[in-house]
């Protein structure tokens, strides 16, 4: 089972590093990992998603976070309501399918062009996990030159 945890940390020099060393000291790959400075630039909001069937181990690691000295908060949002978005920009290479692909998906709404010449164009799109994983399926027609993706971030309600 996925499991998305959000911590609230000091923006100090080695938190990520003693963060993800708790993961994988108990044999957990990090799926998906985003941080970045909050409003308050001293504090930074990590949001962790790790695929965990041992609900206990999950605890303990918790437990563990929250007694790390930079640790501010933990939260599990696994079983809360919260929004979730993760963002992807891709280079496809300018041909006349990437054109028609590019226009049925815009009418959708579902990207946006970020920058277009005659060798290439740049897209980009956020949403959930599922739109994007639909979008990058619709985009295998295409010609991808390079796609970067973000981890997830996430916000309860």
Known sequence: MKHTIQALVENRFGVLARVSSLFSARGYNITSLAVGETADPTVSCMTIVVNAEDERILEQIK??????????????????????????????????????????????????????????????????RHKIEEILKELKKAEVIELVRTGKIAIGK
């Open 63 to 128: 437990k563990q976070l929250n007694k790390l000295i930079d640790v501010i908060t933990v939260n599990d949002f696994t079983h809360k309501e919260y929004i979730e978005r993760e963002l992807i920009l891709i280079k496809l290479s300018a041909d006349r399918n990437c054109e028609e692909m590019l226009t049925t998906a815009v009418k959708k709404g579902s990207i946006r062009v970020i920058e277009k010449n005659k060798n290439f164009c740049i897209i980009e799109a956020c949403s959930e």
